[in-house]
């Protein structure tokens, strides 16, 4: 769906999502990127006032443009007379239009494809000026192995993403796109590779440990009454990995949840079975008690 934004020709695309979460998402986005004056880059997106676009689905091209608000259900290509397209057209000509990039879906390669496909469209059919791209999970970003998921069937099917990272950049900006706001993945070289493409104040990587701390805060106890913790925060892998972000995201989140800097202020936990403190020091590398608490990417 497709939002216009203040009084500029500025859009927000929000696909397979609804729009309470479209605007949650671009709502804490944008008060991680400010501009020079200080105010968000990217602010709560208006109600729907013209048109939307859903990308690919199900493995086929289904690119869809609504002339208006009160007609959700027309597709570009079958219902739109000329007037209509020329309409849209003429709306997003010289506009920035940000695509908020689902983090669901079936298949990776496919979702990829479409979400450059999306901004080809848009820069070189519509004419328009700026597309950025807020993506929760940026796909391909592991550069250190193959990803393999089974399908609906069972059936295994590979991606290989040693470069994928670096080339899926270089697509998204072949495509069109000028900035980029991910969260920070598993793959350090994931986020170097985008900011050699894009440049570094144009690849922004936000730390979601203050977010996460929040929602936790606001919904758990996290201490009993005697002040101690009630939360372990949990990185299942990365004691051997040097270059996985996984035990830094993690001691990020503990000190956002707990509001102190470091595991200074909790016992050495090298022995996991009998400590029950949150974390601290194993093996010369800081370290996490491993629990349930995980999020999309595995590790917080």
Known sequence: MLQRMGKRKDFILV???????????????GHAERTQDGRPAITKPGPVIQFGINAFEDGEVNTTLFANGDQPN???????????????????????????????????????????????SLKQQYGVREIRVIAPALPFMRSDRIFSKADENN?????????????FAEILKDSGVEKVVGVEPHSRDGVKHYREVFGKKKAKFINMGD????????????????GNCLVMVGSPDGMNKPGDFGMAR??????????????????NTRDFR?????????????????????DFHGDV
């Open 15 to 29: 696909g397979r999502t609804s729009n309470e979460i479209a605007e949650g998402i671009v709502d804490a986005f």
């Open 211 to 226: 977010f996460y701390a929040d929602t936790i805060r606001a919904e758990y106890d996290i201490t009993d009454k005697d």
């Open 250 to 267: 993690a001691r990020s989140f503990g000190d956002a949840l707990y509001k102190f800097n470091g595991s200074d202020a909790y016992a």
């Open 74 to 120: 027309h597709p570009i290509v079958q219902t739109l007379d000329e007037k209509q397209k020329n309409e849209i057209a003429k709306s997003l000509k010289n506009s920035r239009v940000t695509i908020v990039h689902s983090a669901s879906g079936q298949n990776t390669s496919m979702r990829a494809l479409g979400l450059a496909f999306l901004a080809k």
């Open 274 to 294: 009998a400590r029950p403190y949150m974390f601290g020091i194993h093996k010369e590398r800081i370290s996490s008690k491993e629990t349930e608490i995980v």
């Open 155 to 167: 059936n295994m099917r590979y991606e290989f993403n040693a470069v994928g990272a670096l080339h």
